[in-house]
């Protein structure tokens, strides 16, 4: 049977297969083209920077860190380039440990380095390449470069370290820089104006004036476009936006001035600060013990760490900022002037010193068994005689005195170019009530007003609030803010700006009233507590001495610094200012448990006054002068005699409610 074909259905079957095809055809056509519009026009501007991206590489250009001088030039931290083995532990595909061991066969990794590099991985984020090496010789640089292939992640990199050249000398003063923890990166992304800035940069400011002027040293950070194959491999160079390096440091600080104070403390603890009156310069900061700052750089090592945190002598304290100490018989210069310019005393004015003074049945011993006998305002100072003193503060009064010392900066921040400074304590009566909790500790008793007139009881200065209260004193009530950055250098130029253009204010004295104190105090080097010290100097100076006690004694017991342990001894000052007649410099200063100001701190003044004002250097005979802060050298005038009331006693009366007990006595400060 034969069967037909049915052309036409066959044809409309084709028909509509072809149809089929040519929609399927069409609409992948116009998919294609959509898809097409899509990425060309439509998102054309947003894959054309990513493709931009993919062939430029944005790469941070960190810039010189500024340099650290002194006044003349000599420069305290600086630069320089190195090479730095460098892993980044996100790129490392097998054991890091065993990875370092195969570097360690290459290049010289101690443990050290390890602790170092474990330390930072945990402070850090793992795509950050770290350094396991700094300073590479050039020989070990050549080993790993012909071994590179065998280390993806690892890297040799050229960067930028500083230096501390001179180590130890005014390292308090300086600081040092340290890699950026997760605390700094994390206050650098909250600040807008620094996050973008420290692109690159592994180095911030930690301590001293590496942190305070963070910002003027660190520069402005620079741009580098470079074109990369696929592989990541720089082809060329298509633009650069330099860096800016950062601003020089121009310090007031004389670093040889600051070398002879350092070398004169020995090993002895304690501070020193030297200001020009009339600019307010800080020619010489010391804080001894010291440290090395270099060992902060690249992160300091477990047992260095432990030798200076757990030091006795607390090597990382700034004493001259930070510690606090009563004045002493140093505070007397300033209380006569309180007496005259508030009228509470005259120049001939005398008392009768009878070796103590009777408040309320409470007896308060003078320096001087048996007592000065009569005394005047000059002779008050020049014999440092406590009775005059104790006299004077109780008819001026706590707050009167508080008021009056009040604008010479004493229990006031400086404002000096440092971060940490410490306010100290300036008392008054609303002072003591902030203080206390109980109503009985608030009130201020008239037997705690006595011994603020020598410098002892709540008053607690540091260093730098006295030597910024003499220089205030030698420039004639001229308040100058005291700075340790004198100018800031722009690297380009070489344009200088002052950080310290002018005065701050005027205390109001009378000239006459000064002058007066100002001859007592030279009086105090002529005839006075510190006259063998200063006996034929070359210069006039003014000064005045001064004893802090550490350590309290039981009532009618007399101090004996050979029967008490050396860490317990009492603290020796001295404050001076020369030349008399047009003042260049002001000191105060403190030898910790370095017993009488005459014989303890005295003579590194001397020495420091001598460079400065004479450019002479310590010899031989300088050395023996140092020799009496060691030994009772019988030459040494030791016009004080007992010890001052101790400020555990002073609180102790102050907590009971009736005050001073009747009848009891209060040992005198040594001056």
Sequence with gaps: MTEFKNTERELYYF?????????????????????????????????????????????????NRGLILDRNGVVLARNFSAYTLEITPSKINQDLDVVIDQLAELVDIQAKHRKRFKKLMEDSKSFESLPIRTRLTDEEVARFTVQRFRFPGVEIQARLFRQYPLGELASHVIGYIGRISAAD?????????????????????????????????????????????????????????????????ILSIDIELQKIVEDAFGDKRGALVAIDPETGDVLAFVSKPTYDPNLFVEGIDQANWDALNNSIDKPLINRALTSSYPPGSTYKPFMALAGLELGKRTPSSAIVDQGFFMLGGHRFNDDKVGGHGVVDLYKSIVLSCNTYYYMLANDIGVD??????????????????????????LPS??????????????????GETISLGNGQGYN?????QIAHAVATLANNGVVMRPHLVK??????????????????????????????????M?????????????????YESAGKTGTAQVIGIKKGEKYNEKNVALRFRDHALYTAFAPVDKPRIAIAMIVE?????????????????????????????????????????????KVDASLMQSESEVKAEAESEGGPAPGATSPAPKN
Excluded at 202 to 209: N, P, S, T
């Design 15 to 63: 028909r509509m297969r072809l149809f089929a095809i040519a929609g399927i055809i069409l609409f992948c056509f116009t998919m294609l083209f959509a898809r097409f519009v899509w990425l060309q026009i439509v998102k054309h501007e947003m894959y054309a920077t990513q493709a931009e991206e993919n062939r430029i590489s944005i790469v941070p250009v960190v810039p």
């Design 185 to 249: 990166a994390k206050k650098l992304d909250e600040s807008e104006d620094d996050s973008d800035n420290y692109s690159g940069t592994d180095y911030i400011g930690k301590e001293g004036l590496e942190k305070s002027y963070e910002r003027v040293l660190h520069g402005t950070t620079g741009i580098e476009e470079v074109e990369v194959s696929a592989g990541g491999r720089a082809v060329r160079t298509l633009s650069r936006s330099p860096a800016t390096s950062g601003s020089n440091l």
């Design 522 to 538: 030279a009086g105090v080097t002529k005839e006075g507590t510190s006259r063998p010290v200063f006996a034929n100097a070359g």
């Design 429 to 446: 009566t609303e002072w003591k009530r902030s203080m206390y909790k109980k109503p009985a500790q608030q009130k201020w008793y008239a």
């Design 593 to 637: 448990n370095g017993g009488f100001g005459a014989a303890g701190a005295a003579p590194i003044a001397k020495l420091a006054l001598d460079y400065f004002l004479l450019g002479k250097r310590p010899d031989d005979k300088s050395k023996e002068l140092l020799k009496m802060m060691d030994t009772d050298n019988p030459a040494v005038e």
């Design 487 to 520: 100018m800031i250098e722009d690297p380009q130029t070489h344009q200088r700006a002052l950080t310290v253009p002018k005065e701050s204010y005027r205390i109001p004295l009378k000239q006459e009233n000064i002058d007066i104190i100002k001859n007592a």
């Design 460 to 464: 607690s200065y540091t260093m730098l």
């Design 400 to 425: 009167g005195i508080h008021d009056f010392m009040k604008p010479f900066g004493f229990g006031e921040k400086t404002g000096i170019d440092l971060e940490h400074e410490r306010s100290g304590i």
